[in-house]
């Protein structure tokens, strides 16, 4: 099935996967099937908040419980988040880094994932291509 937890590229031995994850629930299963499924391997997550309700904070107080079980979260915070949502995400500490640039999050992720990562892009949209992005960085940086 597109976009649940569809496996888009391996690149150096690292694995990238497109999920429609959206909210605190889905993330939260997400995460867990993957560790089920990748033992002894990295979980790294982007989320990209994209549904009203996660824009309007209904999942603030739940959102960081759901992204406990990654190793590494890079979360896309769009500009009409409000300061409330990073709050939210403090309880992760360093686990946890927020962007308000797509192409400044995947040059980050790109310098931190290692051969036998799996990273999975969750969004309900396009994630203004940093899926992509980062593969074909990868590709150059590491060849495939």
Do not use: C
């Not at 982007?46 to 190793?71: F, I, W």
Request: hydrophobic letters at 40%; charged letters at 25%; proline letters at 3%.
């Amino acid at each position: 099935m597109k976009r649940r937890m569809e496996r888009t590229a391996t690149v150096a031995d690292i694995a990238i996967y497109d999920d429609f994850a959206h909210h605190p629930t889905a993330i939260a299963k997400s995460i867990e099937s993957m560790r089920k499924r990748h033992p002894g391997h990295r979980i790294v997550v982007a989320v990209e908040p994209r549904s009203n309700s996660m824009k309007l904070g209904v999942h603030n107080d739940t959102l960081a419980a759901s992204l406990q079980g990654a190793d590494l979260v890079w979360m896309y915070q769009p500009p009409d988040m409000g300061r409330e949502f990073a709050a939210a995400l403090a309880g992760l500490g360093d686990k946890v880094k927020l962007f308000a640039d797509y192409d400044q999050l995947v040059s980050d992720m790109s310098t931190a994932v290692t051969a036998g990562d799996r990273v999975v892009f969750m969004s309900n949209g396009g994630f203004g291509s940093a899926r992509q992005t980062l593969t074909a960085l990868l590709q150059r940086m590491r060849g495939s």
